[in-house]
Structures are given as structure tokens and as C-alpha cells.
């Protein structure tokens, strides 16, 4: 008869695979767009770790096939998912992320491998790496965690996939049941971490996915940019309206003016007469009142 923790594992194990292949479409959206976005490249690096070095205690605890096969295929999905991103993220990003894989995927986990096969012996070797799986596993369940604040913030669920959070959920949930029929520590405690956390990304995912009052930060700053362009765009074509049309009253005054200094010498009426039509074409500033008074006057 089959063991109802051997089924119990099984189902764990479709469901982390489902969890492991959940960012595929981010994927295909980085690859067609060829850029990263807003997406963050740290949990896949530590989930890298996490499924490597689970993969590592599944080959020394005893019965630990299930815990081998499902971590072994995490480990290669999600070196994948860091080599794209390593690719299509900016110069800048892919530096710091470089450096960050070399040191945890590849010098800790050697370094890891090498210590306790050297240097630690017996039980306290899967209790050492034990802990170190226990640790990584809470990580990649928290590493969501950032982008469950920025959800908050924004009130927009695009950068948090409805598909990861919900499969996190189940896998934390159905591993913590196998932990309790196998009586495994290490597994328990950090997928009923990680079904906690799940809950709570479906909690927000239910709350803001509907959300359409809000705009994202980066909408809202790309349309403060596009109003301030729009508006010195407005201001230079008003000033350029009125610049043109100072330039045609400047030229109509011209020409009254030419006009009021050819009429002819008459009596004082005539010249009021004149100096009220001026007058009435354009307000002058004091000054020039005086001046065309004057040059009237003659």
C-alpha cells in the first residue's frame, strides 16, 4: 500500500513544479520586450540557491527521493529564469546581479558542498544543511514581499502575478502537511511560513486587482512629464501668438501715427480730433503721450 506521505509528496511535488514554471509568462513578456521593467531579479538568485541546496539534503537524508526529483528541476528552471534576466536587464543591474550570483550560487554553495562533505560527519551534517534549506526556503517566500509593498502603494497588482502567489499558497501548504506526516523540522517550518505569506498575497491580489482609481508611480510621473511638456509647448506658441501680434499692433500704431503726423495744420479742434483718434487705436504709457502731444503740437 502506498503511503499517504509518498501521495501527499507527489501532489507536492506537481505543484512546485507548477510554482517553478509560474514565471514563464513574465519571462515571454522580458524576452519580447527585451527588458526586465520593474521586475526584480533577487527571487530567482535565491530561489537558485534555495532548490540547489535542497536538492543537496534530498541526496543525504534517507527517503528523500521526492525531495530530490522536484528541487532538481527547480534548480535547472531556475537557473534559466537568471540567465535571461542576467541578459535583458540594464547594464547597470546586471552587474550587481552578476556579482550577487557569483558569490551566492556559486561560491557559498561550493563552499557549502565542500565543508560539510569535508569537514562535518554523521547526522550533524543534514541538520547543518538542514538549517541552511529551512533559512533559504523563508527567503524565497519573503522575497515577494517587496513587491507586496509596492502593490500597497501603487494599488496596482501588475508586477505581483496572480499565478506565482497562488501556487506559493498551495505549495506551502501541501508541503507543511508532508512535513507533519514525515516529522521533518526543516521542511515544516518554512512552507507554513510560506503558506502564511501566500495567503497574504492573495488577500492584496483579491483587495487591488480591481483598483482602477489609482495609477502607478511611474504612470503617474510619465504623465507629470508629458504635462510639463505639453505646457511650455502651449507657453511658447501663446508667447509666439502674442509676440506676432505686439509686432502687428506696433505696425498699426506705426501707420496711425504716420497717418496723424501728415494731416494737415489746422486749428487746435482738428489736431484734438487727431490726437483722440491715436489715442482711442492705442493706450500709450505717459511718456509716449507726451511725445506725440509734442510732435502734434508741432
Avoid at 24 to 45: C, D, L, Q, W
Avoid at 53 to 77: A, D, I
Avoid at 234 to 262: I, N, T
Wanted: hydrophobic share 45%; proline share 3%.
Amino acid at each position: 500500500m502506498v503511503e499517504l506521505s509518498f501521495i501527499v509528496g507527489l501532489v507536492g511535488n506537481i505543484i512546485s513544479i507548477l510554482v517553478f514554471t509560474s514565471p514563464i509568462a513574465t519571462f515571454r513578456r522580458v524576452v519580447k520586450k527585451k527588458s526586465t521593467e520593474n521586475f526584480k531579479g533577487i527571487p530567482y538568485i535565491t530561489t537558485l540557491l534555495s532548490t540547489s541546496l535542497w536538492t543537496f539534503y534530498g541526496l543525504l537524508k534517507p527517503g528523500g527521493l521526492l525531495v530530490v526529483t522536484v528541487n532538481g528541476v527547480g534548480s535547472v528552471l531556475q537557473a534559466i529564469y537568471v540567465i535571461l534576466f542576467l541578459i535583458y536587464a540594464p547594464k547597470d543591474t546586471r552587474v550587481k546581479l552578476a556579482k550577487i550570483v557569483a558569490i551566492l550560487n556559486i561560491g557559498c554553495y561550493g563552499g557549502v558542498i565542500l565543508i560539510t562533505l569535508l569537514a562535518i560527519h554523521g547526522s550533524v551534517r543534514l541538520v547543518v544543511i538542514g538549517v541552511m534549506c529551512a533559512v533559504l526556503t523563508v527567503g524565497m517566500y519573503a522575497s515577494p514581499m517587496g513587491a507586496m509593498r509596492r502593490v500597497v502603494k501603487t494599488r496596482s497588482v501588475e508586477y505581483m502575478p496572480f499565478s506565482l502567489s497562488f501556487f506559493l499558497f498551495l505549495n506551502g501548504g501541501v508541503w507543511s502537511a508532508y512535513a507533519l506526516l514525515v516529522k521533518d523540522f526543516f521542511i515544516g517550518v518554512p512552507n507554513a511560513i510560506g503558506f502564511v505569506l501566500g495567503s497574504a498575497q492573495l488577500v492584496l491580489y483579491t483587495v487591488y486587482r480591481s483598483s482602477k482609481s489609482f495609477k502607478s508611480v511611474d504612470s503617474v510621473k510619465d504623465e507629470k512629464v508629458e504635462e510639463e511638456g505639453s505646457a511650455h509647448l502651449v507657453g511658447r506658441v501663446e508667447m509666439q501668438k502674442y509676440s506676432d501680434g505686439d509686432d502687428d499692433r506696433v505696425k498699426s500704431d506705426e501707420r496711425q501715427l504716420s497717418k496723424g503726423s501728415s494731416l494737415p495744420k489746422g486749428g487746435s479742434v482738428s489736431r484734438q480730433h487727431s490726437l483722440q483718434k491715436i489715442v482711442k487705436a492705442r493706450t500709450f504709457t505717459p511718456s509716449e503721450l507726451r511725445s506725440i502731444r509734442v510732435d502734434i503740437d508741432g
